[in-house]
C-alpha cells in the first residue's frame, strides 16, 4: 500500500479486516469450479490505512473473458454496489491448475478495471493446494499492484475477521472462521453459490447470493446463541456451586 507524501510515493503497511461471509463465500465459489479458473469481486470499504472486505460478488469461472461480457458484469456491479452503499475495493482469483501460480490473463484485466476506480485494489490469489474439506490454513495470498505486477502485501497484524451479523465488536478467530467453511462445505454450500456466468445461463438465479449469505449468517446467529446459552449454563452452575460450598462452611 503506498500513500502519497509532499508529493513522494510511501509504502506503509496495510490492515485488513474481513468478514466471515465474504471469506466462506470465496472459496466456495472455487470449491464449486473445481476444473475452472474463478473470479470475484472484493466489496467494502477503506479507512485509513485499513481495508475491510465486507461482502464478495462471484464474477464468472470460464477459460475465456470478452470484453463485452466484463463490461456488463462491471456495470452489474457497480449498481449491486450503489443499492447497498459498499465499493469494488479488489478482486480475488483462482488458477485452474492446481500448481499454477501466477496471476492469469483474465484475472489480471478484472483486477486492472478495479484500479481504474480504486487507487490501490487487494487481489486475494486462491492457493489451490488448501481448497481441501477441511481447511486448517487461510486460503488466499493477499497481492496489490506494483508498476504492472502484482506483489505479496504486509499486512498490518496481519488479517483480522470478524462477523457482519454479529453484534459483538470483537475480531473472530481464524480456527473459528476454517471451522465455519469446513461445515458449510460439508453441508454443500457450495452449490447454492451463484456468480454472473450462472446468473446469464439463468436469470432467476440471484448473483448477489442473498440466500446463501441468509444460511450463513444464520449458522452465525446459532453459533452465537448456542455459545450464550453454554456460557449462561455455565456460570449458573458456579453460581449454584458457590452456594452449595457456603451451606457446608
Known sequence: YQRRVHGELHSITLGMKVSSTAYIKTVLHAFKNPSCPVNGLLLGSAENDTVVIVDVL????????????????LLQASAICEERRLSVVGS????????????GACSTLLASKVKQSFNQPLLWQIINTRLTPDPKALAFTALQPKGKAWEPIDAKDGIEFFDKYSHSDRPLAAKAVYERLRASIHLLHFKRLVDMDDHLESIADDPTNTALTALLSLRVATLTGAMGAIAAAAALVAQVGNMEHKKTR
Open 58 to 73: 462471484p464474477m464468472f469461472h470460464c477459460q475465456l473473458l470478452l470484453m463485452p461480457m466484463l463490461d456488463l458484469f
Open 92 to 103: 480475488y482469483c483462482a488458477n485452474e491448475l492446481l500448481d499454477e501460480t501466477q496471476v
